[in-house]
């Protein structure tokens, strides 16, 4: 009977993470649509937006945490440990889930900020520019 209940109710949170993950990355979306400022992806840009505490709520999957690099382990480790001390939400994805699978496509982590960052991101659009002058 416990096991019963127990396995119930672990699909019932299972179900309700899943939900709150696709919640997230909707959110996401939405605030890449309407406030392009306001949501970065990428590694690089997620790290600039931590250091300036710009970081409302980290997207990150499950996967880069077992990356084989342990430099690069050791770099999501220390973002989401910014974020966390800046009081910033940190929601990992798992990537067997299709939202943590969206997300990888996304480069696996993202940001919604706090507040605008429009220097963030700018450097690379400069830099295209310069390549086709």
Do not use: W
Request: charged content about 30%; proline content about 3%.
């Amino acid at each position: 009977y416990q096991r019963r209940v127990h396995g119930g109710l672990a699909s019932k949170l299972s179900d309700t993470k899943a939900a709150g993950e696709i919640r997230v990355l909707d959110d996401f979306y939405h605030m890449l649509a309407t406030e392009p400022d306001r949501a970065l992806y990428g590694p690089d840009h997620c790290i600039q937006a931590a250091e300036k505490d710009a970081v409302e709520v980290l997207l990150v999957t499950d996967a880069l945490f077992r990356s084989q690099n342990i430099g690069e382990r050791k770099k999501f480790v220390a973002l989401v440990e910014r974020v966390r001390e800046t009081n910033g939400d940190v929601r990992v994805f798992s990537s067997l889930h299709v939202s943590g699978e969206q997300l990888a496509q996304l480069t696996g982590v993202a940001a919604i900020l706090r507040f605008p960052c429009p220097e963030i991101g700018a450097d690379d659009a400069d830099d295209d520019d310069e390549d086709e002058a």
